[in-house]
């Protein structure tokens, strides 16, 4: 991410996954924070949705 509108785009990306029901994104670390049902949803699809979006990601599990 480079610019302000950077998360904007990543945030809706994720959103747009079935299941997500939060998405936090921290501009300067370069990281995203998402909530989701892992019944819907899973770490990798999320990732795959920003990549698409153009911002490449990686799911960590904590």
Same mark, same amino acid.
């Given at each position: 991410?480079?610019? =302000? &509108?950077?998360? @904007?785009? /990543?945030?809706?990306?994720?959103? %747009?996954? =079935? %299941?997500?029901?939060? /998405?936090? /994104?921290?501009?300067? #670390?370069?990281? =995203? *924070? /998402? &909530?989701?049902?892992? +019944? *819907? #949803?899973?770490?990798?699809? @999320?990732?795959? =949705? ?5 911002? &490449? #990601? +990686?799911?960590?599990?904590?």
């Amino acid at each position: 991410m480079t610019c =302000a &509108t950077c998360p @904007i785009t /990543v945030k809706k990306a994720m959103e %747009g996954v =079935a %299941g997500v029901s939060a /998405v936090t /994104v921290d501009f300067a #670390a370069k990281t =995203a *924070r /998402v &909530t989701y049902d892992p +019944r *819907r #949803a899973n770490a990798a699809a @999320i990732a795959a =949705a920003s990549t698409n979006a153009g911002y &490449t #990601a +990686r799911a960590i599990q904590n």
